[in-house]
């Protein structure tokens, strides 16, 4: 059981936007910075967002993040079916002294 | 261009021993913290712990303390993770991840290295 919640899976269809929730507390996502990691099927993670809502370069604006208290969400507009992957987020917890990921998101592009 | 890079698959039996690296290149291998990050079968993503290779100062998660050892070697931008005594549970997919600071997630990740556990 992970400590940050995710929604096991969402979907949409091409062109459609999706939003991604990641549910935390106040040790870690309310004082904390979040990134978000997408997993392409049989490839190691790839960093998508960081501090919350920053995209490292080569990273289109399709994708966007954005933090309120103790929740994150990312979004993801003009849906591919490239895009179709695992979704995590991840955080430092400040109780445990560690890092932790939510536990994945599986994104369907029907 | 930052790159880590792996060691490749491992299959080892019960109670074997195990050492698997990861090489930093492409920026100050001493100035940023590595993570060690586990991936069981069909799962999701476990932070195992993270060390500054330019004092070796490390940190474990609880669910991960007393399981690994986690080291560094900056004289060859390595580093290592270990197993002394390798119990099925531990296969999976072993991910190095560098984060600029240790409080704040990885940026950039490691290829993988496939740990297979089997009698």
């Known amino acids: 059981q992970s400590v940050l919640t995710q929604p096991p899976s969402v979907s949409a269809a091409p062109g459609q936007k999706v939003t991604i929730s990641c549910s935390g507390s106040?040790?870690?996502?309310?004082?904390?910075?979040v990134s978000w990691y997408q997993q392409l099927p049989g490839t190691a993670p790839k960093l998508l967002i960081y501090?919350?809502?920053k995209r490292p370069s080569g990273i289109p604006d399709r994708f966007s993040g954005s933090k309120s208290g103790t929740s994150a969400t990312l979004g993801i507009t003009g849906l591919q079916t490239g895009d179709e992957a695992d979704y995590y987020c991840g955080t430092w917890d400040g109780s445990l002294s560690a890092g932790i990921f939510g536990g994945g998101t599986k994104l369907t592009v029907l | 261009e930052v790159q880590l890079v792996q060691s490749g698959a491992e299959v080892k039996k019960p109670g074997e021993s195990l050492k698997i690296s990861c090489k930093g290149s492409g920026y100050s291998f001493t100035n940023y913290w590595i993570a060690w990050v586990r991936q069981m079968p069909g799962k999701g993503l476990e932070w195992m712990g993270i060390i500054y290779p330019g004092d070796s100062d490390t940190r474990y998660s609880p669910s991960f303390q007393g399981q690994v050892t986690i080291s560094a070697d900056k004289s060859i931008s390595t580093a290592f993770l270990q197993w002394s005594s390798l119990k099925a549970s531990d296969t999976a997919i072993y991910y190095c991840a560098r984060h600029v600071i240790s409080t704040r997630p990885p940026d950039y990740w490691g290829q993988g290295t496939l740990v297979t556990v089997s009698s």
């Open positions: 106040s040790s870690n996502i309310g004082n904390n910075y």
């Open positions: 501090d919350n809502n």
